[in-house]
């Protein structure tokens, strides 16, 4: 097959958002949890937030709309599903809906897959395993019937699915099997897939490849060579687009032109450049989809720049459409309902609704010219000269500040040594019980801060409501008999965005709401310019709840790489300049909470995996600037305050250096869902410092067993002595229940003084 004019497309995206404008999947998909709605009303409103999706963009000007990147809960899983995947122990659940979410979320005596970050962003996908008893066999009936709602609706309809390749690149192997090892059975399924997309109709199938932006050995390009040219094999099939995204396929670029598929899409917001593909010849009988609009963050295209590049890929391709470097999976709807943003910072912004227009507004540039367009080029350049030259972006006081720390202001005493006054300051016992930090967001809790932002109470009011709420929190602890406790952080709606509110170079929306996994949905900040704290963050709330009782309780704060990781991040200056000014204020936060009588601070870096370069040679530097903004953060206390750091839902294999060089007193960790297995990638390190192992996972409704938690902690002792190990779940408790919550921490309690 070759690209023929009639089967063009010149204006996409590789993905849309599926949570609703206003999360209404969110409580669609939690109503039916809760029993609300049964599954036809569920199914009702996934229908329609897919067929508003569709119509709003092809009415914005698109001529091929992504079809099959709805999801109740998680893409890879739906994947998991279509190729018959899912693991062993759901198969007995009957009802097919029933079985995906507990293959999501676990249900009674069932565990959930594993969580894990997708790639460097901030979205978790679910991990599928494949065993020995994995038997692999195709069911594609979603897929179909999305694309038959969609060409019923009159949609030009483009199917997307993962890649064989990435689809087993990301999986976990069980019991000794090499997922990558069954890619020879993967593919006749892939071949079915694409014949059987044909036959509905489908013109041409996206198929999403971002494995390949990674370093990748000879074998592996052989793979992607094999399985392209396999799949591109006969006529009964769509046109074939290959999407990687995130970065630069690099060698795989010239792999996958090499192959008789059709197009490729690629990313030139995230590594990709115009001579990489000028240096293909094979490019030029290909459809080369640009991804020149950044599917990732929130800034306005600099229209005139992207036309540029476009420019100059028309002399190496074949053919070329214009897009997004990502699925607007990543980014807010519109801007539309952001009535309370600066105006002036609202002109510089773009979220998915106003990408999509500047994907039409350059798709139409480079078919009718400039001059067709030469009014949205003109406001492209006023909001960038506007952004460029704003006096809010740069605060000298700051810069000046971070030039002048010495190398030492990021040192502390050998680790054996704070331990030693530690020990003596806190008198905890063995295997101390402590939770990460958030408790249940209450009824009571979400109504008052309603009723702060409806004026119906005044600050005071809610104040005193919020300490209502910590001392409930604190007894609690208290009556289950924690060892170290948290003030539960009613007062915050998110551990980012809570932090931004209060820093100066940032701004909240209303409404910009992203999917991070399942039914949780952040709204990242938006951090502008450059970073100040002005007063004191949580000194207030962390000394009440101290107040109220004996024990210690844990100053709660977020590290800088993860305010980073989960904020729309400025992109005129280095992030590891701007990673520095989030550590300084952070830094005087952990100075002022010692001060107040605070002897353990935690400092959350969940996402210090999340942001690691997909390319080795560029992760060094990445790992040694994101190290020392923690320690610029964390090194200011005294040695007898013992700092805490909490990581979770990634792959730390590969970081276990760095977490190590992070110099954290403790450091809990995400470790029930893949049981226990980073204990023994620490060991191996030579780990020396605290550590808690998450012992049950949070983000399941399961309630553990004493038992259960008990052959947790006894499994880790086998790698981390007992003198070091700390007893705790394995994140926030934010979005459980308080009745889980309750039953699950006094079985975990029990369980360590079992094994005291």
């Not at 080369?288 to 229209?303: P, S």
């Not at 030693?420 to 101390?432: I, N, T, V």
């Not at 704290?533 to 590290?559: C, D, F, H, N």
Request: hydrophobic fraction near 45%; charge should be negative; include cysteine.
């Amino acid at each position: 097959m070759t690209v023929t004019t009639h089967n063009r497309f010149t204006a996409t995206v590789l993905g849309l958002p599926r949570i609703g404008p206003r999360r209404e999947l969110k409580r669609a998909v939690e109503g039916y949890w809760a029993g609300r709605i049964d599954a036809a009303e569920l199914e009702r409103v996934a229908r329609q937030l897919r067929a508003q999706s569709w119509s709003a963009a092809q009415d914005s000007g698109l001529d091929a709309v992504p079809v099959g990147t709805f999801s109740f809960y998680d893409q890879m899983l739906d994947t998991a599903v279509m190729l018959g995947a899912l693991p062993p122990r759901v198969a007995g659940i009957g009802d097919p809906l029933e079985r995906y979410f507990a293959a999501a979320r676990g249900a009674e005596g069932v565990e959930p897959l594993e969580m894990t970050k997708w790639f460097d962003t901030n979205y978790h996908y679910l991990v599928p395993e494949i065993g020995p008893d994995t038997r692999f066999a195709l069911d594609p009936s979603a897929l179909l019937a999305e694309l038959r709602e969609a060409r019923e609706l009159g949609i030009a309809a483009r199917p997307v699915v993962i890649g064989p390749l990435t689809f087993l690149a990301l999986s976990k192997g069980v019991d000794g099997v090499a997922p990558m090892d069954r890619l020879a059975e993967l593919i006749p399924l892939y071949r079915d897939l694409l014949a059987r997309l044909s036959d509905a109709g489908a013109a041409w199938v996206q198929i999403d490849e971002p494995v390949l932006v990674r370093d990748l050995s000879e074998a592996e390009l052989g793979a992607v060579r094999t399985t392209y040219a396999a799949l591109s094999d006969g006529d009964r099939r769509p046109n074939i687009l290959v999407a990687t995204y995130f970065g630069s396929p690099g060698p795989a670029l010239g792999v996958l032109a090499s192959t008789p598929i059709e197009g490729v899409a690629l990313d030139f917001r995230s590594g990709t450049t115009v001579s990489e593909v000028a240096a293909v010849p094979a490019l030029a009988d290909k459809l080369v989809v640009a991804g020149v609009v950044d599917g990732r963050n929130i800034w306005r295209t600099d229209l005139g720049a992207a036309l540029s590049e476009l420019a100059t890929l028309l002399g190496s391709v074949g053919a070329l459409a214009v897009s997004t470097s990502s699925s607007l999976l990543h980014v807010p709807y519109s801007l539309d309902t952001e009535t309370g943003l600066d105006p002036v910072l609202r002109s510089w912004l773009a979220f998915g609704a106003e990408k999509i227009d500047e994907v039409r507004v350059l798709a139409h540039a480079v078919g009718a010219g400039t001059d067709a367009v030469a009014a949205e080029l003109a406001a492209s350049r006023a909001a960038i000269e506007s952004r460029r030259s704003d006096p809010r972006l740069h605060n000298a006081a700051v810069r000046a500040r971070l030039a002048g720390l010495g190398e030492d202001r990021a040192r502390r005493a050998p680790a054996q040594r704070r331990r030693e006054l530690q020990r003596a300051q806190l008198r905890l016992p063995l295997l101390p019980t402590t939770t990460i930090g958030s408790y249940p967001q209450t009824t009571a809790i979400r109504t008052a801060r309603a009723d702060l932002r409806a004026g119906t109470i005044d600050d005071a009011q809610y104040r005193e409501r919020m300490r209502g709420e910590i001392a409930d929190v604190i007894a609690l602890q208290e009556k289950l008999g924690l060892d170290v406790l948290v003030h539960g952080e009613p007062e915050r709606n998110d551990m980012v965005q809570y932090f931004a509110e209060q820093l100066d170079g940032f701004a909240a929306t209303d409404n910009g709401w992203v999917q991070s996994y399942g039914t949780r949905c952040v709204r990242p900040p938006i951090l502008y310019g450059d970073v100040v704290r002005t007063a004191p963050m949580t000194v207030e709330w962390i000394t009440y709840a101290q107040s109220l009782t004996g024990k210690p309780v844990k100053g709660m704060l977020t590290g800088p790489v993860t305010i980073l990781a989960w904020s729309f991040v400025r992109d005129d200056q280095p992030l590891a300049d701007t990673a520095r000014q989030v550590a300084l204020a952070i830094r005087d936060e952990t100075v002022d909470l010692e001060a107040a009588g605070i002897r353990i601070v935690q400092v959350d870096e969940p996402a210090l995996r999340e942001l690691l370069p997909l390319r080795r040679a560029d992760q060094e530097q990445y790992l040694d600037w994101a190290v020392g903004a923690f320690r610029l953060a964390t090194a200011g206390v005294r040695d007898d305050t013992q700092i805490h750091t909490h990581l979770c839902y990634s792959e730390f294999g590969e970081i276990i250096g760095a977490i190590a060089a992070l110099d954290a007193d403790v450091t809990s960790v995400e470790a029930a869902r893949s049981h226990m297995e980073i204990l023994d990638d620490l060991t191996t390190a030579g780990y020396a410092l605290g550590i808690g192992p998450g012992v049950y996972d949070i983000h399941s409704p399961r309630v553990p067993s004493v038992s259960e938690i008990e052959n947790s902690l006894r499994e880790a002792m086998k790698a981390v002595p007992a003198e070091r190990l700390w007893v705790n779940p394995d994140c926030g408790l934010k979005t459980r229940g308080r009745a889980e919550v309750e039953a699950s921490l006094r079985n975990m309690v029990e369980a360590a003084a079992r094994v005291r």
